[in-house]
């Protein structure tokens, strides 16, 4: 970790994926300082050497090269990108509104799925998009969640964390997740004549602006009426002056104007070429789409929220995991919908039945443990291993 992370650490803002901590403040101020160390080791370790493949994959894809050498560069040179552009989102969060904070943490944060979503439904490849998204969600809520309980617990007879904020956080996912299954719902339920009678564009936007809706409650809820309930011990970084804090936002504003462009691209070939790599490996593109991508392309961010948690004690992992998952399901999906209606694509939301009974037993399950307040290793495993079975 260089010099000057580590002297700018104590002007940092709560990073992405402690949002929810304990109220504890002791913890609190640990957790945050942990998590940006975590982050820019893994920036500035081996993880590094990995963005000489970004224009490598760039030029890879507009030469026209094999598809499997198109689609592995580009995928490991997202790998560093998003790294880097999570580290620059939690430096600017001093310099920016907390509103612009959490909208940065939401798309930018997740910008393998805007990205896949989009270049996906771009080539008309529905399935793709729906499978980065709904991998994403699943990736945090069974591996993520499970290996923070198992790291954090293996030693322990059971963790403990705040039921209050979890049980709240898990209810909003189960009324989104509620809201996403709808058009799915109706195509699974109705007779094949009544569900071709039905507007399913009309109910997929309807389900975009219901989603749209429950994020800014989330929002208010967060940023006005609770703020008590996530908002961090000041440090340094509340007395620092304007003028100090947008120098030192200049050097991650940069970071991220360089990394935007550049996960589009990768984003964008990886997708082109992710069907030739699927036939020539005999590896199912659903199977890419649901695990390999949101697995690898979210790597270092999984890293980091498994090893912070492992410092808190476990206090901090299943809200974080929740609230990443609550961004992908409160905007960028409803985005990826959208975009849909822009490229008249109106099935964006109407899942596979498989995936829509996984995403449903999961966010229950996540619910039941958020509002018992406690858990142990054991069920940390059941988490991991029902997602290593997700592709048999």
């Known amino acids: 970790m260089s010099r000057s992370s580590e002297t700018d650490q104590s002007n940092l803002p709560s990073p992405d994926s402690l949002d ?14 942990s998590y940006h160390m975590v982050t820019s080791q893994i920036c500035h370790s081996y993880l590094s050497a990995l963005l000489l493949l970004v224009p490598i994959g760039i030029v890879a894809g507009i030469l026209g090269w ?7 560069l580009n995928l490991a040179a997202i790998v560093p990108l998003v790294s880097w552009m999570t580290l ?3 430096e600017l969060s001093a310099s920016v509104t907390p509103l612009i904070d ?29 499978s980065a998204l709904l991998g994403s969600i699943l990736c945090y809520l069974l591996l993520v969640l499970g290996s923070c309980f ?15 904020l979890t049980g709240i956080l898990s209810s909003l996912l189960m009324a989104a997740a509620v809201c996403l299954m709808v058009p799915t719902g109706l195509k699974m339920f109705l007779a094949p004549d009544v569900f071709a009678r039905v507007d399913i564009t009309r109910v997929t936007h309807g389900t975009a602006i219901v989603l749209f809706l429950l994020l800014s409650v989330f929002l208010l809820f967060r940023l006005r009426t609770h703020t008590s309930y996530f908002k961090a011990i000041p440090t340094g970084g509340s007395t620092q002056s304007p003028q100090i804090a947008a120098v030192r936002s200049w050097r991650p504003a940069i970071i991220l104007a360089a990394s935007i462009p550049s996960v589009a691209l990768c984003g964008f070939f990886m997708v082109s070429s992710l069907s030739g790599f699927a036939k020539s490996t005999r ?30 004690r476990g206090a901090s992992g299943i809200t974080a995991v929740i609230i990443n998952a609550l961004r992908i399901a409160l905007l960028v999906v409803p985005c990826v919908a959208f975009l849909g209606w822009i490229l008249d694509v109106p099935t964006v939301l109407v899942f596979d039945a498989f995936d829509t009974v996984i995403f449903l037993v999961c966010v229950m399950v996540t619910t039941s443990m958020a509002h018992r307040g406690e858990t142990n290793y054991f ?9 290593v079975l997700l592709p048999c």
Request: glycine share 6%.
């Open 379 to 387: 069920e940390g495993l059941m988490l991991v291993g029902t997602y």
């Open 150 to 164: 198992f790291v954090s617990g293996y030693n322990k007879k059971k963790l403990d964390f705040d039921r209050t």
């Open 20 to 33: 929810g901590e304990p109220r504890q403040p002791l913890m609190r101020q640990k957790s945050w300082h």
């Open 66 to 72: 094999a598809d499997d050498a198109v689609f592995l």
């Open 102 to 130: 959490e909208l940065f943490k939401a798309t930018l944060g997740n910008a393998v799925e805007l990205t896949v979503g989009v270049a996906a439904l771009a080539r008309d490849q529905v399935r793709t998009a729906q």
């Open 283 to 312: 590896i199912s593109q659903h199977f890419i789409s649901l695990v390999i991508i949101p697995l690898v392309g979210n790597s270092a961010k999984i890293l980091s929220i498994v090893t912070v948690d492992r410092e808190d």
């Open 88 to 90: 620059s989102i939690s």
